[in-house]
């Protein structure tokens, strides 16, 4: 590993002077690829892709070129990959590090992140044998690598529960407890709707008064809607009504354990909310995200966000 750690650490290093890395490019990317930029905007970006405990031993280096058209703005991203021996990860890899950096680059430009940067991988083998393994990403699934890969270029398949016909939803099915449970509601009307469809699957289903799915889909329902609105009332008068007898009696279980639930998370808000203040101010005064979260209590994560949030706010 530490032979093959020098030749990382040589490839990355002579890609950084950029006469080096444009001369590079313009003689080995396809003409095809050259045609569409402008070699003499090539950057080296300052991200790797890689895992931390594996960044001795890796060497994935990322340049951004502006399109050649004057007319056409955003970048074409140029992933090298270095590799001292045969790989059959690396179809793999490369797609991972491709995921990486295009989240990354979504998280960056989140206001306007679209189109994509178009990303070219490309692998920099120096190994005593010829290259000997996959190339392709879809190989990796052996015989089902045809049919996976027609699939994945296909539009993701896609079911639209608002346009679902009551019809198809009052069959029984026990899936169909699910997706009823999540249509979307706007009136009292709908609601009763709702929970009559429900009730007649759960009647249709066989479903129990104690079962653990009656008791997912009524806590569902009832996380649906504001406790602290004035609608509430109204909500569980018609929930209650348009349950069959069977089932009323675990429904104003619910409604009261509910209020319970509300009573407490409104506690928990508030602290919360107190906490996060805090953050933000200590964030708008510079201090140290690390100090922040050992003193707050919360997660870095959350304190990110927060950073995030009170950049906005500038």
């Not at 050259?34 to 070699?39: A, E, I, M």
């Not at 080296?44 to 951004?64: G, K, M, R, T």
């Not at 709702?194 to 889909?217: N, P, W």
């Not at 870095?300 to 500038?314: D, G, K």
Request: charged letters at 20%; glycine letters at 4%; proline letters at 4%.
């Amino acid at each position: 590993m530490r032979i093959r750690s020098k030749h990382d650490a040589f490839f990355k290093r002579m890609m950084k002077n950029t006469a080096l890395a444009s001369d590079f490019f313009a003689t080995h990317l396809p003409q095809e690829i050259l045609n569409l930029v402008d070699l003499s905007t090539i950057k080296l970006e300052d991200c790797s892709f890689i895992d931390e405990n594996l960044y001795e031993y890796e060497s994935d280096v990322l340049f951004s070129v502006k399109r050649a058209s004057a007319n056409e703005a955003g970048f074409l991203y140029t992933l090298c990959e270095h590799q001292s021996t045969p790989d059959p990860e690396m179809p793999f890899r490369l797609i991972y590090y491709i995921m990486q950096f295009l989240k990354r680059y979504l998280i960056d430009h989140r206001h306007s992140p679209f189109p994509l940067p178009f990303v070219y991988p490309l692998v920099v083998y120096n190994g005593a044998v010829a290259w000997n393994t996959y190339r392709s990403f879809f190989s990796l699934f052996g015989d089902l690598s045809t049919f996976v890969q027609a699939v994945f270029f296909e539009p993701f398949a896609i079911l639209e529960v608002a346009q679902m016909d009551e019809a198809d939803l009052r069959r029984t099915h026990l899936c169909n407890l699910m997706l009823a449970s999540m249509r979307r509601t706007k009136s009292i009307q709908e609601i009763e709707c709702k929970v009559k469809l429900l009730d007649a699957l759960f009647q249709s289903c066989g479903i129990e008064v104690h079962s653990e799915t009656l008791s997912t889909v009524l806590k569902y329902l009832s996380s649906c809607i504001d406790p602290h609105t004035q609608e509430t009332r109204l909500y569980w008068i018609a929930v209650k009504q348009s349950f069959s007898p069977k089932y009323q009696g675990v429904v104003m279980n619910l409604l009261e354990a509910t209020k319970r639930e509300a009573f407490q998370e409104g506690i928990q808000e508030g602290i919360q909310t107190g906490i996060e203040k805090t953050a933000m101010q200590m964030i708008k005064e510079g201090i140290e995200k690390t100090l922040i979260a050992k003193i707050t209590g919360l997660p870095m994560s959350a304190v990110q966000n927060l950073v995030i949030l009170a950049a906005e706010e500038q």
